[in-house]
């Protein structure tokens, strides 16, 4: 099953490669890119299953401070709700984002609260990396999950304590960035590979009919807007992001322990070698036995050990001959003949490599 899996997965590969993929896809734009905010927050109306605020102090000292600025005066006072929470608020500002937009934001209980299902995110300010507030957050909490709990039992579904607000920030600054002013523009390849920034490179000089795009490296294309004779960067960015190119990927074979998923890329090749698997299984019973004195008699209970050990012998698939593999196909044919389960193709994987007979890059995650 594991072998079609492999070989299913790498012919929509293979056909996805031959029919080749838009630029827009294979590289990203030298400025074009979104920002990261972050914010800390409160969570209100939730229904009893807000933190504890004996063990979540800050949850206290920030409700005060939110209320002694609508004019609430609650020094020295002693109030301890259940149905507040703090949170950590987290968005990504999208590239050109204009101030009245609005953007999804994360929410994340950081007490603990056991859920922040029904709850109204209080305005919250984002931050980005230089401190300064670009959107501000307010609105109800979509929880991801749900949890119930009685005296004896309890139940849990999804993650009830992190949730979602589509469109609950709106944006206040905008990331200074003029596109516009750019004479040259980098295009960043999100897989560096010589090859495919050759290809980019010639795609968009095919299409311009001049030299308006040079390879600079493995990862960089620089992109002259002058010589695409476009009014600006942004149109002749518009020219080039949905060019086709057929990129060109190294040979990989990417393994999950976990899971015990093996994914091939297509130029995968084994040379010829011989494979023999196989294992030895060790078990040790403790079986002790409590020997008790005859009755209306002096004595002690002894607790005798009584141990059994044995030492079994896999038959395994003994030595077994692996053709090179000149095709995917053919890698495949010759590792499904070992007749193994997925974990243990993956140790074979893992030796095969160690000698020298897998050519790709071995990625165990």
């Known amino acids: ?29 030298d400025g074009v890119r ?50 507040v929470a703090a949170v950590l608020v987290t968005a990504a500002l999208p590239p ?41 957050a307010q609105g109800t909490v979509i929880a991801g999950g749900v949890a119930a709990r009685g005296d004896a039992a309890e139940v849990v579904e999804g993650v009830p304590t992190a949730g979602a607000i589509p469109g609950g920030a709106r944006v206040e600054r905008e990331v200074d960035f003029e596109l516009a002013s750019l004479t040259r523009v980098r295009l960043a390849l999100r897989e560096a590979d010589f090859t495919t920034a ?34 600006s960067a942004a149109h002749a960015l518009s020219a080039v ?16 322990q976990r899971s015990g998923t093996i994914v091939m890329g297509e130029d995968v090749r084994i040379s010829r070698v011989a494979v023999a698997q196989g294992g030895l299984t060790l078990r040790v019973d403790e079986t002790p036995i409590a020997v008790q004195p005859n009755p209306f008699t002096p004595g ?3 607790v005798v050990p009584r141990t059994e050990a044995e030492i079994a012998h896999e038959p395994g698939t003994g030595l077994a001959e692996v053709d090179g593999g000149t095709t995917l196909a053919g890698v495949i044919e010759g590792m499904n003949a070992l007749g193994v389960g997925p974990h243990d193709m993956i140790d074979i994987l893992n030796t095969i490599s160690a000698a020298g007979a897998l050519h790709a890059e071995l990625i165990v995650r």
């Open 241 to 256: 992001e949905n060019l086709v190119v057929s990129p060109a990927a190294r040979a990989r074979v990417v393994i999950d």
């Open 300 to 302: 002690d209970v002894v």
């Open 1 to 29: 099953m594991i072998a079609r899996a492999i070989l299913i997965l790498a012919l929509l590969l293979g056909q996805a490669a031959s029919a080749g993929i838009r630029l827009k896809d294979l590289v990203e734009f």
């Open 34 to 83: 979104g920002n990261d905010l972050i914010g800390y927050g409160l969570v209100v109306g939730l229904d009893g299953s807000g933190d504890g605020l004996r063990n979540a102090p800050f949850t206290e000292d920030m409700m005060a401070n939110i209320l002694e600025r609508l004019g609430v005066n609650v020094t020295g006072e002693q109030f301890r709700p259940r149905n």
């Open 198 to 231: 050759l290809r980019i490179e010639q795609a968009i000089n095919t299409h311009f009919g001049r030299s308006a795009a040079a390879m600079q490296d493995a990862g960089t294309v620089v992109l002259d807007v002058a010589a695409t004779r476009q009014p």
């Open 96 to 136: 050109f984002s204009r101030a009245g937009s609005r953007v999804d934001v994360t929410v994340s209980a950081i007490g603990d609260a056991e859920s922040l299902y029904g709850g109204t995110l209080v305005m919250t300010p984002l931050n980005g990396a230089d401190g300064q507030i670009y959107a501000v």
